[in-house]
């Protein structure tokens, strides 16, 4: 297990609602990134979170907001759902900014979106 | 802009046999390329990785080559096993500024007892 842990597991949401994802960084970790792994894909890359700011975002839209907090746990927000959001999310974490950083996954949170 | 190419997307192996998997990448800039594996409801995990100043990389039964000049990278699975059934990813790390992995569209590999 790599320490990295995600609430909650699964989630069903309603089309237009909001949802938040949280993600516990492993000890020693101050970077916090979030991806989306659709079905049969590869997960991509939402944005990362460094010393509780956002510091490099990935192709999505504004809906899709975060936080980091003082302890580098993070949360992922979601408003205005929209069916295509159904995916796998994942939390990954890292020590540090350097170019070559190992990232630990998170067992992800599954949200279906009816 | 940034992308990872991986090949193929399924792979049917017998026990014993070897696997290879494939991943090209376009930013000339990255220098770290790791390779998770995924079994099904489960998390991606790391199983080894390689930086640029590194050509190759061995672990047990898993080794990766890396070949910053072509832009491609390798995973080798030698003696595959039932259990090294599963969904693997390559990756490669985007240096601007930020960590972001780049990830290829995956590969199911089957291993056949």
């Known amino acids: 297990e790599t320490g990295v842990t995600q609430s909650p597991t699964h989630l069903i949401k309603t089309r237009g609602q909001q949802v938040t994802l949280r993600c516990s960084s492993q000890?020693?970790?101050?970077?916090v990134s979030w991806y989306q792994q659709a079905l049969g894909q590869g997960p991509q890359f939402i944005f990362q979170y460094y010393r509780e700011e956002e510091n490099g975002r990935g192709n999505f839209p504004p809906r899709f907001s975060g936080l980091q907090f003082p302890n580098y746990s993070s949360e992922l927000n979601v408003n205005a759902l929209e069916l295509d959001d159904s995916a796998l999310y994942l939390c990954?974490?890292?020590?540090?900014?350097?170019?070559?950083?190992?990232?630990?996954f998170g067992q992800g949170t599954r949200l279906t979106v009816v | 802009g940034e992308n990872v190419e991986q090949h193929p997307s399924t792979l049917s192996v017998q026990e014993g046999d070897s696997a290879v998997i494939k991943c090209t990448y376009s930013?000339?800039?990255?220098?770290?390329f790791p390779w998770y594996k995924q079994e099904l409801g489960k998390r991606p995990q790391l199983i080894i990785d390689i930086r640029s100043n590194v050509g190759e990389k061995k672990d047990q039964r898993i080794a990766v080559t890396l070949n910053k000049t072509a832009k491609h990278f390798s995973l080798h699975i030698t003696e595959t096993q039932p259990e090294d059934s599963a969904v693997y990813f390559c990756?490669?790390?985007?240096?601007?500024?930020?960590?972001?992995?780049?990830f290829g569209a995956g590969t199911r590999l089957a291993v056949h007892p």
């Open positions: 000890s020693g970790h101050n970077t």
């Open positions: 930013d000339s800039a990255s220098n770290y």
């Open positions: 990756a490669a790390m985007f240096s601007g500024g930020y960590n972001k992995l780049i």
């Open positions: 990954a974490s890292s020590r540090g900014q350097g170019a070559s950083t190992e990232a630990f």
